[in-house]
């Protein structure tokens, strides 16, 4: 059996977005810049996904500007936010330590350039208050930067509560939104979110297209010089049958929100309560307040890497972490900032469904992972330590 769970990193397309894609493709080959009927053809096409995503993020089509994907989004939203809080001399961010590296890395560009970022410590159930945020705002912040959903443990953090002390501080609030958006509600109006990201690879989308929210009277700073596309703040020919896929896949997606999480809500919690029975596993995150259908653990005595191939022989698609990282051999910097030690860090893995998997699939899962376990701690000396008393367990 064969079997996809590692939807965290991307999803298959759906038949509503490929169809999508293909008429565009076919049918909508102007240019949206160019006056004539073609060109008008693709302008009302892209119109048309603007206000479908609009409508559902509770916001104007006009403050909707597409993009490459979520990394794309993150740059211009962190990036803008800088610059304007540089033109009143405020330069302090803040942020936290469990952020998709999309955001850390555009961070980690705006210290060496003079900004001060303050990093909040993330507990160990893998959420901050926004308590914390409260208390972290200065008079120089110009902006605050915090994931909707963990992209590997999967929690959610109180986007509302917040936004709302972000909108009484007059500090912008940007939120990447791409692990959340097309899987939990947002109204960035309700919520005060002043800039937010998404990707239509993590809603059943094609890859290589996105969208960057940024409420009116956000002044965006241009990574992509060249044109008047996107309200002239992304230069480039826009991607009408990616973009129209897009918009197909979102509009989808939110409709089924509900009768989704239902269904992948009982696949994950069977994950947890089979997997859970492992000796010397933990939880990564907590166990409610996190995506339907993120799972999460650490198993002691094993590496993530050696785990992933025999799970793939056996027919199971896994991660052990974010995708943008799945080559490194370092560690979760995630895991590591809920307090997993580094040699727990290393033993993880990550399981992310869709309403695609089935319960003959879970079941699959719930025969290979512990077999998997088993097979790699009988071959590790490490696990020989710990059973031998050499060493003492550090997950009990």
């Known amino acids: ?13 759906s038949k509503t977005a490929i169809n999508e894609m293909l008429y ?3 049918n909508t080959y102007g240019n949206p810049s160019s006056l004539h009927a073609a060109g008008q053809q693709a302008a009302m096409a892209l119109l048309k996904a603007r206000q479908t995503i609009a409508e559902y993020l509770g916001c104007e089509p006009k403050e909707i500007i ?5 990394s794309e989004a993150d ?3 962190i990036i803008s936010a800088a610059k304007l809080g540089e033109r009143k001399k405020k330069k302090h961010i803040i942020s936290t330590a469990f952020e998709h590296h999309a955001v850390l890395h555009t961070l980690k560009r705006l210290e060496k350039e003079g900004f001060e970022v303050t990093y909040l410590d993330v507990h160990e159930n893998g959420l901050i208050s926004a308590e914390q945020v409260e208390k972290a705002i200065r008079p120089d912040t110009c902006l605050v930067t915090i994931m909707y959903a963990n992209n590997e443990i999967g929690t959610i953090q109180p986007i509302g509560e917040i936004g709302a002390i972000c909108k009484e501080k007059k500090v912008l609030f940007h939120t990447d939104a791409v692990q959340a958006a097309g899987h939990l509600h947002i109204n960035v109006r309700e919520q005060n979110i002043d800039l937010m990201s998404i990707s239509a690879h993590k809603f059943h989308g094609p890859k290589g297209v996105g969208a960057l929210y940024a409420r009116k009277g956000v002044i965006l700073t241009n990574l992509i010089e060249g044109g008047a596309q996107e309200r002239g703040k992304r230069a480039g020919t826009e991607n009408i049958p990616a973009i129209m896929s897009m918009a197909a896949a979102f ?3 939110c409709d089924n929100i509900d009768e989704n999480a239902e269904k992948v809500l009982k696949m994950r919690n069977r994950l947890i309560d089979g997997l859970s029975e492992i000796p010397h596993s933990i939880l990564n995150g907590d166990r409610e307040k996190r995506l339907a259908g993120n799972f999460s653990m650490c198993f002691e005595g094993i590496e993530g890497e050696s785990m ?4 793939d022989m056996e027919g199971v698609c896994a991660s052990s972490g974010s995708a943008c990282t799945s080559g490194s051999l370092d560690p979760s910097h995630v895991l590591l900032a809920i307090g997993r030690p580094h040699e727990i860090a290393h033993g993880s893995l990550r399981l992310s469904l869709s309403e695609y998997n089935t319960d003959e699939e879970i079941d699959h899962i719930l025969k290979a992972v512990p077999e998997v376990v088993n097979r790699l701690r009988n071959m ?8 031998e008393g050499r060493k003492e367990y550090v997950i009990q």
């Open 75 to 77: 740059n211009q939203a």
């Open 380 to 387: 590790s000396p490490v696990w020989r330590d710990l059973k």
């Open 251 to 253: 509009k989808e997606a």
């Open 308 to 311: 992933l191939l025999y799970l």
């Open 66 to 70: 597409f993009t490459s994907g979520g």
């Open 24 to 26: 565009h493709v076919e």
């Open 1 to 13: 059996m064969k079997v996809y769970a590692d939807n965290a990193a991307t999803t298959p397309m």
